[in-house]
């Protein structure tokens, strides 16, 4: 959601824009202090490219590399010294692109989170009801979760336009007998258990069933991909489609672009420099010094700003530059 809006905002404003993943390899190789003797935490080039997920910069033509690349301009020198590992992914573009086999583990374990874990948490929340659609005296909760997977995968056309109902239902049979309660969860010792036993299984059967082919790529079997995707969609349907959850995002992003326009302003006007947090304003002064504050490179230092906060800290920021809630002198310091 703030990564649209800072994406959407710094490509208005002449820079590559915002990807959160581009903004970690940033975040690793020039933003994050380990010394004064150099930018960044000085890791070798293996680290470097096993977090490079999407391992090609960003091409405004080509539908994949405008939309989800792994490092900015600014820091190619550092992206390319990371690919030169193995000759044979010192590609540019993402066709053919291969990923590092320790890239590949790190996407797994992020699917298997989100597709598992995810569920895990918001279960002891008590928005997704894993005891309902587990019990065979409830069905019209389990069947309406599956309509609506079904009707929203033909509707996307991904991941699975062509999967049946009876499909979809198979995969809760398969997973939901691994979850022992019927009952709400309450945080009890019975509840804790029988969530962690769930979550545990599942991880480990998918961890082990993936397998290292020949070519260097990571695998998993159709059924276990098709398990991820379907368990996916618990946290869409029960959390992140919730009426509540899209008035409040709606409400961040105005958060999120205020603070951008804020920020990227006050690095164009020396007279509203000291808005800026310190890692920004030394930023801001680094490329005054060298004469090359553009709009563009406004826009990248806004992003790093906005992008460091935490959620705390941007609401009290948004508050008192707005003038809405003016805080303590000390909220900052």
């Known amino acids: 959601m703030g990564e649209e809006v800072l994406n959407h905002l710094a490509?208005?404003?002449g820079a590559e824009g915002f990807e959160g993943n581009a903004q970690s390899f940033r975040i690793l190789t020039k933003l994050s202090v380990h010394s004064s003797k150099y930018a960044g935490l000085n890791l070798s080039r293996l680290v470097l490219d096993g977090v490079l997920k999407y391992p090609w910069l960003h091409d405004p033509d080509s539908p994949k590399a405008s939309r989800k690349w792994g490092a900015y301009a600014s820091e190619e020198t550092d992206f390319r010294f990371a690919r030169s590992l193995d000759p044979t992914h010192h590609i540019p573009g993402p066709d053919g692109a291969l990923r590092s086999v320790e890239?590949?583990?790190?996407?797994?374990?992020?699917?298997?989170?989100?597709a598992v874990h995810d569920i895990e948490d918001f279960v002891r929340a008590g928005l997704v009801p894993l005891h309902r659609l587990r019990d065979p005296d409830d069905g019209q909760e389990r069947q309406d979760l599956v309509t609506w997977i079904r009707d929203k995968w033909v509707r996307n056309g991904r991941p699975h336009p062509g999967a049946?109902?009876?499909q979809i239902n198979d995969v809760f049979?398969?997973?939901?007998?691994?979850y022992g309660s019927d009952r709400p969860y309450d945080g009890s010792r019975l509840a804790r258990a029988a969530l962690r036993y769930f979550t545990s299984t599942l991880v480990g059967k998918y961890v082990e069933t993936a397998q290292l082919e020949e070519d260097g790529l990571l695998s998993e079997p159709p059924e276990t991909t098709f398990e991820l995707d379907v368990l996916k969609e618990l946290t869409w349907r029960y959390v992140i489609d919730?009426?509540?959850?899209?008035?409040?995002q709606a409400g961040q992003r105005r958060v999120v672009a205020t603070l951008y326009k804020e920020l990227r302003d006050a690095v164009m006007d020396d007279k509203r420099r000291s808005l800026l947090p310190m890692g920004a304003r030394e930023e801001a002064e680094e490329l005054l010094g060298q004469q090359q504050i553009t709009l563009a490179s406004a826009a990248r230092i806004a992003c790093d700003?906005?992008?460091?906060?935490t959620e705390r800290d941007a609401l009290l920021l948004h508050g008192r530059v707005t003038g809405m809630n003016l805080g303590s002198v000390l909220d900052f310091a």
Do not use: K, N
């Open 103 to 114: 890239a590949q583990v790190m996407d797994l374990a992020d699917d298997i989170t989100y």
């Open 305 to 309: 700003a906005v992008s460091r906060l």
């Open 242 to 248: 919730r009426p509540g959850l899209g008035s409040q």
């Open 11 to 13: 490509a208005e404003d």
């Open 164 to 166: 049946t109902e009876q």
């Open 173 to 178: 049979d398969a997973t939901l007998i691994y």
